[in-house]
């Protein structure tokens, strides 16, 4: 007997879905029409599923209020951006790329910078602070922010990212001891860490709470994210806003045009030269990418 229901996807590997419904977790396959029709199932995504003799498949993904390719997750309603100033290094870069994304698709973005009790991470601070985004200041090692971090959570389902070895396992761990989730070390020589987490799995940390732990990157993989149109860019940087429209041309791209009011931001000390310079290095690859390339 063929039995239809719906439930989130909560872990995707190697081509497998494991689907939370009322009556537990069905492990399924995804129907082939989905890849012909462009619609990998994605973990976080609601979806229409068919169970025969415990075997589960993935029939349809319900609407999605959002999507994102790395991390490939569907639906949050919230990003958290892991971060540190010590093994390993976060370039503002691979911050503001990922926030970026996420404001493209109006997703709040937080940022925990962890391992505090190894380097207070100064400069970090205060430029996501003076950006306006929610910092939270961690160790996972100490338990320092890991009361402010599940404040921040409660009700929500998240997405954690960030750079490998930067501790979002080990963050997941704090929160909820009982995943027991393995972490690894970071390279003393390489100053980076290795990867630990190889697929993304949603995990519920509280009534209510879901976290999705997803595989970290190195700077090379942002060329896998997504892309934003380059008039959009702008857009995607809340810290600009009080100043976009107020150029001299209305089609200002704050690069090179005179009376640029963002630029004479940066230059006043306003905005962050590094949110900036992240902007700058996003509309040069924004400008490469067509409107059809995205469809």
Sequence with gaps: MTEKTIGRIVRSLSGFYDVQTAKG??????????????????TGDMAEITVEGGKGM???????KNRFVRPAVANIDA?????????????????????AIAGDQEVQVIIC????DMDPATDLRRIYQNAGFPVIMASAETGEGVEQLRAL?????????????????????RLCPQLKLPTGEVSQKLGRGRHTTRHVELFCIAPDTYV?????FASFDTEQMDVILKENLQYAFGDFAPYIG????HDCTHRLEPGCTV????????????????YLRLYEKSSQIKNWELK
């Design 25 to 42: 977790v069905i492990t399924c396959r995804g129907r082939g029409s989905l890849r012909k029709n462009n619609d990998t199932p994605l």
């Design 58 to 64: 993935v029939e349809r993904i319900l609407p999605r």
């Design 79 to 99: 990003l958290v951006v892991f971060a540190a100033s010590v093994n390993p290094v976060t370039e503002p870069y691979l911050i503001d790329r990922v926030a």
């Design 113 to 116: 910078i962890n391992k505090c």
């Design 153 to 173: 959570l409660t009700g929500k389902l998240t997405a954690f990212t960030g750079n490998t070895g930067v501790g979002k396992s080990s963050m997941l761990n």
């Design 212 to 216: 999705a732990d997803t595989p970290g």
């Design 246 to 249: 107020n150029c001299q041309f």
């Design 263 to 278: 630029r004479q931001a940066v230059e006043d000390g306003n905005l962050e030269k590094t949110r900036y310079d992240s």
